[in-house]
């Protein structure tokens, strides 16, 4: 990791997994300086946008050079998510949902309704819509095409830190500070299932295939959960402390995590095969895939992001 007076920098490490499960990082071959990263992307076009307190940076892979950024318009960004084509991005940005296309960088719309700060951004699978979840304990669902306001969610009572669809998109899932995952029927509104937990639902995945889910808590656990059977649920190996973001790889073997320890992992679904990724010096806030799997970033509050290559699966074997 290197640090320079005035920022941080993007570092790009190549990976190797080894069938046992050790890892070695290779030297970076590329950098550039970041802020505090709010959150991770990939774009159609295989860029990685990387979300930070004044907006989003959109970078090249593996060159890095800096193709363009955007910035936020109505306040600081707590959050961000690209749509499923990657032609969108919305911001978390105080108390609203700022709208952008990526393309051409103009700010479409300003989604306004929250009375308190934003922390979770999510599209639907045919980003028809868009879920936001906030501190002030509401879900909010939201018509990408209009901005409309199409229903708010309420049953939480605590924060909203964490949102996913179902790859079909029927439902949506919620994690909040109050200790529960809701599984909403957003489209009514109504709460399908409860998930209790026995901390507070700090980062929330559904598997690609959507029979099950991942919870992580800030207590640094993890829980797979069976979509289905309510009540079926298995501990996965666990962080030391606050989880803050989790991700599925695309063909839903293996898991990757971040976690106020400072650490990244990638662990398998199936097996023991666990791996701690490279030490970043503060909260790892964000961790994302690349759309066909050959690629898993994560960045930190230290302003680092981190990219590895992932070319050999055998790890993953039971």
């Given amino acids: 990791m ?17 069938a046992t499960g050790g890892a070695s990082a290779k030297t970076p071959v590329s950098q550039v300086d970041v802020g505090c990263v709010k959150g991770l992307g990939f774009t159609s076009e295989g860029e990685l ?25 109505t306040g600081f960004v707590n959050c961000m998510a690209l749509s499923p084509d990657g032609a969108l991005l919305a911001l978390g940005s105080e108390k609203n949902v700022e709208l952008w296309n990526v393309a051409t960088g103009e700010l479409l719309r300003v989604l306004r309704g929250h009375t308190n700060w934003v922390r979770s951004v999510t599209f639907a699978p045919d980003g028809a819509f868009l879920a936001s979840g906030s501190d002030d304990t509401t879900v909010r669902l939201w018509e990408v095409a209009t901005g409309n306001l199409i229903r708010t969610l309420e049953g939480h009572s605590n924060w909203v830190v964490a949102l996913d669809f179902t790859p079909d998109g029927k439902f949506l899932l919620s994690g909040s500070l109050d200790n529960t995952a809701v599984l909403w029927d957003w489209t009514q509104g109504n709460p399908v299932f409860v998930f209790s937990n026995d901390a507070g639902v700090t980062a929330v995945a559904f598997a690609p295939d959507g029979e099950h889910f991942v919870v992580g808590l800030d207590d640094g656990s993890l829980w797979l959960w069976e979509t289905r059977v309510a009540g079926s649920r298995r501990v996965l190996k666990s962080h030391r402390d606050w989880v803050t973001s989790i991700a599925f790889s695309p063909d839903g073997a293996a898991l990757a995590s971040g976690s106020r320890d400072g650490q990244a992992q990638l662990q398998a679904l199936q097996g023991e095969g666990v791996v701690s990724l490279s030490d970043h010096s503060g909260t790892v806030t964000a961790v994302c895939f690349s759309p066909g799997g050959e690629f898993l970033a994560s960045g930190a509050e230290d302003g680092t992001v981190l990219l590895y290559s992932i070319p050999d699966r055998g790890w993953l074997k039971p």
């Fill in 49 to 73: 946008a990387v979300g930070v307190v004044l907006g989003v940076r959109f970078f090249e892979v593996p060159t890095f050079r800096e193709v363009r950024s955007i910035r936020a318009q």
């Fill in 2 to 18: 290197v640090s320079r007076r005035g920022g941080t920098v993007l570092l790009l490490f190549l990976l190797f997994v080894t």
